[in-house]
Structures are given as C-alpha cells and as structure tokens.
C-alpha cells in the first residue's frame, strides 16, 4: 500500500538532547513537508522540500533541521535550540502543490 | 501573514442532526481544502475546492468555495458517532513565481463531538 510512514509514534526528549524525527513515503511525490501541532491551534509549517537536496524554510524553522538526500525520506532534527518541542510533528508529501497527504504523526514529549 | 478563521471551535451535537462549520479568509485564495482528524493520527483530505462558487460533495460532506474567494463552509449531513474529529479548513495562493508550492494555511480547527 502506498503511503506516508512516520516513526516513532511516541519520542521522548531529555533536556539539550537532539532528536530526529523519521518520515518516509512511497508516494513518488516530489514534495515533502513538516507541520507542527500544537493543542487548539492548527497546523504550522516548519520545513518544506519541493525536490531532492533542496528545502526552504517554513513560518517555525527556528530549532528545527531537516535534510532531503532521497525523494522518499525527509527527517526532521528538533534540536536542543528549540525551547518548547513538545507538539504532534505532522509529515506530509504532495505531487501537486495544493493537495497535502499526512502521515500518522509523532508526539514529541520532554522528560 | 495570512489568516484563516474557522468557526465554531468546538459542536456537541446529537446523532442525525446536520452540521455546519466556516472559514473566513483576510486573504483570497485560489484552493480550499477540508480535512479530518482521528485523535492521535494525520489529517485526511475530505474535499477540494478549486474554483470560486464551486460546491463539491462526498457522501454526506457537502462544501463549498466562497464567491469572493475569502471563505468557505462544510456541511455535514445526518451525522454519525464516526464523524467526531477535528476538522480543518486550508487555504492556497499560489503567487506568480510559484514559490508558495504546498503552503497550505490552516485554521484552528472544529471539534466535532456526537452524542449517541
């Protein structure tokens, strides 16, 4: 079945630690995306990538990494420098520009 | 930055009763999509909109893209115990360089409670 995998569901992050957040999909869409949610609020982009090696910054990318070396894969680094990390990470992946597809989600919880 | 206002934030309603829920843009869009989401898991894409007055449906989700392009609604028919969720509204401009590319803007969301 195609889709979009996010893993782990659950990541526990201990204070100045990084932690790398997995998304894969089998889509064969160029792009790819992280949203970050937060209770109450809706969705904020963090990072988004149009093509392989290439990623633009979203409206939250402050403490945030992320790389794209292959079409399927696009991880994301919540870095020590992000203050308040705990949220639900959303990845989602497009051939389009206008429909998103998402994945299951992580919850990112600090120790 | 652009902003979408979606009400009402949250509906407790009775099983079989219809439901509405809108968003209101400070800026036009050219594409609104719905969303639902299960507790724990990714948005799905319910409906897309792409044309201004455009009224699309699936199933018992029945939506439509606001004549002046800053609004759109959602109505949900003989609700069902499964329809609880949140649901989101998106919107997307896509801007003559095409850098905008997926940048959907999202509101707050409507959580859908139905009662039995």
């Known amino acids: 079945d195609g889709g979009i995998t996010q893993s782990p569901k659950y990541l526990f992050r201990k204070e100045g630690q990084n932690v790398t957040l ?10 790819m995306y992280w949203y970050r949610q937060d209770p109450g609020q809706g969705l904020r982009l963090i990072y988004y990538s149009q093509i392989v090696n290439d990623f633009q910054k979203g409206d939250i990318a ?26 639900f990470y959303l990845c989602a992946s497009s051939i389009g520009y206008r429909r998103l597809f998402f994945g299951s989600g992580t919850q990112l919880s600090v120790l | 930055g ?30 609104w999509l719905w969303y639902k989401q299960d507790p724990g898991e990714g948005p799905v894409l319910l409906i897309a909109l792409y044309k201004a007055g455009e009224l699309t449906s699936n199933g018992r989700l029945t939506a439509q893209f606001g004549i002046t392009r800053k609004d759109s609604f959602l109505n949900i028919s003989a609700s069902i115990p ?33 009662h039995p």
């Open chain 1, 22 to 31: 997995s998304c894969e999909q089998n889509l064969n869409h160029d792009a």
């Open chain 2, 2 to 31: 652009q902003q979408l206002n979606q009400s009402p934030q949250s509906m407790f309603i009775q099983e079989g009763e219809d439901v509405s829920m809108n968003c209101t843009s400070s800026s036009i869009f050219n594409t």
């Open chain 2, 82 to 114: 499964s329809d609880v969720g949140i649901y989101f509204c998106a919107g997307h401009l896509s801007n003559a360089g095409g850098t905008s590319y997926g940048k959907l803007t999202f509101g707050q969301g409507t959580i859908l409670t139905v």
């Open chain 1, 62 to 87: 402050e403490g945030y990494s992320v790389s794209r070396e292959k079409k399927e894969s696009f991880p994301l680094t919540v870095t020590s420098a992000q203050k308040n990390p705990t949220a």
